[in-house]
């Protein structure tokens, strides 16, 4: 059974560099054919999604985000992490971990539970 879990802080001020890590149990993150993603949810809104990184190490980012985040790896610990730069009370949201399933019904199969994530002063 894959088990994925957040971790990071649960208030970052504004301008601020937000780090969340995304620690994976039950399976590799460098087994094919699956990606790592990241996706928030604003209160009041839809899920979002932010970006992922590929079983190969390949990065992807949503284009509207792309030039603040940050998706990186550490394969010994099994572990992915997010980096959200220069945020604001609009990056206000919770974030969720999950795996995407590249497979013949691609899926996100596993989330995490999700973490809140507070910007403000």
């Known amino acids: 059974q894959v088990q994925l879990q957040e971790s990071g802080p649960g208030l970052v001020k504004p301008s601020q560099t937000l780090s969340l890590t995304c620690t994976v149990s039950?399976?590799?993150?460098?087994?094919?054919?699956?990606?790592w993603s990241w996706i928030r949810q604003p209160p009041g809104k839809g899920l979002e999604w932010m970006g992922a990184i590929a079983y190969s190490g390949s990065t992807y980012y949503s284009a509207s985000l792309k030039s603040r985040t940050s998706i990186s790896r550490n394969t010994s610990k099994n572990q992915f992490t997010l980096q959200l730069s220069s945020v604001t009370p609009e990056d206000t949201a919770v974030y969720y971990c999950?795996?995407?399933?590249?497979?013949?019904?691609?899926?996100?199969?596993?989330w995490g539970q999700g973490t809140q994530v507070t910007v403000s002063s």
């Open positions: 039950g399976g590799s993150i460098t087994t094919n054919y699956y990606y």
């Open positions: 999950a795996r995407f399933n590249y497979g013949l019904a691609p899926e996100y199969d596993y």
